[in-house]
């Protein structure tokens, strides 16, 4: 491609010259031509070079692994191209939820790069410990907010979209604990579980659920995240200072 290029501009530049035949051209216009094809050529190639490294990047996210070092902090990023050590059961990709509805049209969990990567720190102290972290939600696009809220104008459930969500950002997780076989640990109640029950302050729970809860907390905790008081899966990144976005994964 480059090589055609070049020649069809080299035609060019020869024919556009005043001259009227090659024969009588001088050396040093030639020479001139010669410099300026060699100018054309370079340009070609740094333009191929840029288009390369376009591919590469979009192939980076749909076929391979990412070096975590490659991911910047405030960029989204699909946890599972970053670790394959993670369970998701993504709820609202499925009817499996409070709303009874899917509202993303595929499972995907992404989030933003400097989550990710403290997640995946906490999951390794996790897995010292025979456990692994299981996923029911992330990122939440804007437009889905906006969606739930639509079906379930509730604020004490649903985040009202006009202050939106940490998980808006890209820097909230909803998660519980699974052992090495995948049995999900026993939190007291189920996910999105909206009573008292789910309250980190409530105690009338077995002592092996308030171990599993405490668990939980202190390794996220040491990794950067914070509870909220009401439900023992949500967990904040100690950065929330990241826009509300309305980026969508692709699921193909
Ligand atoms: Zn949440």
């Not at 790069?113 to 990122?139: E, H, P, S």
């Not at 997780?173 to 980190?200: P, R, S, W």
Request: glycine share 4%; net charge positive.
């Amino acid at each position: 491609m480059v090589k055609k290029l070049l020649f069809i501009t080299f035609l060019a530049l020869l024919f556009s010259c005043k001259e009227t035949s090659v024969t009588t051209m001088t050396s040093a216009s030639t020479l001139a031509l010669l410099e300026k094809s060699k100018a054309i050529q370079l340009r070609a190639e740094r333009v191929e070079k840029h288009m390369q490294k376009w591919q590469d990047s979009l192939d980076r996210y749909d076929n391979q692994k990412i070096a975590q070092d490659e991911v910047k902090d405030d960029e989204f990023v699909d946890i599972e191209k970053l670790s394959n050590y993670f369970v998701l059961d993504m709820k609202y990709a499925t009817k499996d939820n409070f709303l009874k509805k899917e509202v993303y049209s595929c499972e995907r969990c992404y989030m933003r790069g400097v989550v990710a990567k403290a997640l995946i720190k906490a999951n390794k102290d996790f897995m010292k410990k025979g456990y692994r972290i299981k996923l029911f939600d992330c990122y939440r696009p804007y437009s889905v907010q906006k969606k739930m809220w639509k079906i379930f104008p509730n604020p004490g459930y649903v985040a009202d979209p006009k202050g939106g969500s940490i998980h808006n950002k890209g820097a909230a997780v909803d998660i519980t604990l699974t052992d090495l076989q995948g049995n999900q640990l026993d939190m007291g109640t189920d996910f999105d579980h909206f009573g008292k029950e789910a309250h980190h302050a409530y105690k009338e729970l077995s002592e092996k659920v308030i171990a599993n809860r405490k668990l939980l907390r202190e390794i996220m905790e040491k990794h950067g995240f914070s509870i909220i008081r009401t439900e023992w899966w949500h967990y904040n990144f100690k950065n929330k200072k990241f826009k509300i976005s309305d980026f969508r994964w692709k699921c193909s």
